[in-house]
């Protein structure tokens, strides 16, 4: 094993689920246990993640749930200040209403926190998942997390001034 998703510190637990994917096969369903919570994707063995600095990647990911807490999603990095935090509300605002919904933030929100990731990096969380004021109970559905850079799946091309990708809003 070379990466792993990482639950933390028994704030969530975590099943593997086929009822209802968003791509594939299964999904990811989390289940909140306490007042916050936090869950990472963490790569075992160094990788070179300069690639994504030098090219305009974006994060796509598909997220279902009805929680109500707020969401973060931060990416670590191995230089200072050693990660950053994009607020999943307003512009990558995660619409609450148990339906499948695509999030697609651009690296360069990232790198303008000054995330550095430039050249091998291994233990760190590539992507993580957060809220600091949960509920436990709370339900959030997670699939389908990537990284490209140019043309989605479906052929069609990001453009920076829209977050939450559907049929409503390609």
């Given at each position: 094993?070379?990466?792993?998703?990482?639950?933390?510190?028994?704030?969530?637990?975590?099943?593997?689920?086929?009822?209802?994917?968003?791509?594939g096969?299964?999904?990811?369903?989390?289940?909140?246990?306490?007042?916050?919570?936090?869950?990472?994707f963490?790569?075992?063995?160094?990788?070179?993640?300069?690639?994504?600095?030098?090219?305009?990647?974006?994060?796509?990911?598909?997220?279902k749930?009805t929680?109500?807490?707020?969401?973060?999603?931060?990416?670590?990095?191995?230089?200072y200040?050693?990660?950053?935090?994009?607020?999943?509300?307003?512009?990558y605002?995660?619409?609450r209403n148990?339906?499948?919904?695509?999030i697609?933030i651009?690296m360069?929100?990232?790198?303008?926190?000054?995330?550095v990731?430039?050249?091998?990096m291994?233990g760190?969380?590539?992507?993580?998942l957060?809220?600091?004021?949960?509920?436990?109970?709370?339900?959030?559905?997670?699939d389908y997390?990537?990284?490209?850079?140019?043309?989605?799946d479906?052929?069609?091309v990001?453009?920076d001034?829209?977050?939450?990708?559907?049929?409503?809003?390609?």
């Amino acid at each position: 094993v070379d990466r792993h998703m990482y639950l933390w510190e028994n704030t969530v637990s975590g099943t593997t689920e086929s009822d209802s994917p968003y791509e594939g096969a299964y999904y990811s369903k989390l289940v909140v246990k306490s007042g916050w919570f936090g869950i990472g994707f963490i790569n075992d063995q160094p990788i070179d993640f300069s690639t994504f600095a030098q090219n305009n990647f974006i994060l796509h990911f598909a997220i279902k749930t009805t929680a109500n807490c707020p969401l973060f999603v931060k990416l670590e990095s191995g230089g200072y200040p050693g990660f950053a935090k994009v607020n999943l509300s307003g512009r990558y605002n995660v619409v609450r209403n148990g339906q499948w919904h695509v999030i697609e933030i651009p690296m360069s929100a990232f790198f303008a926190q000054g995330l550095v990731w430039n050249g091998n990096m291994s233990g760190k969380n590539y992507f993580t998942l957060i809220s600091e004021q949960s509920t436990a109970g709370q339900v959030i559905n997670l699939d389908y997390v990537y990284f490209y850079a140019g043309i989605r799946d479906d052929g069609s091309v990001y453009t920076d001034n829209i977050g939450e990708v559907s049929s409503s809003n390609p």
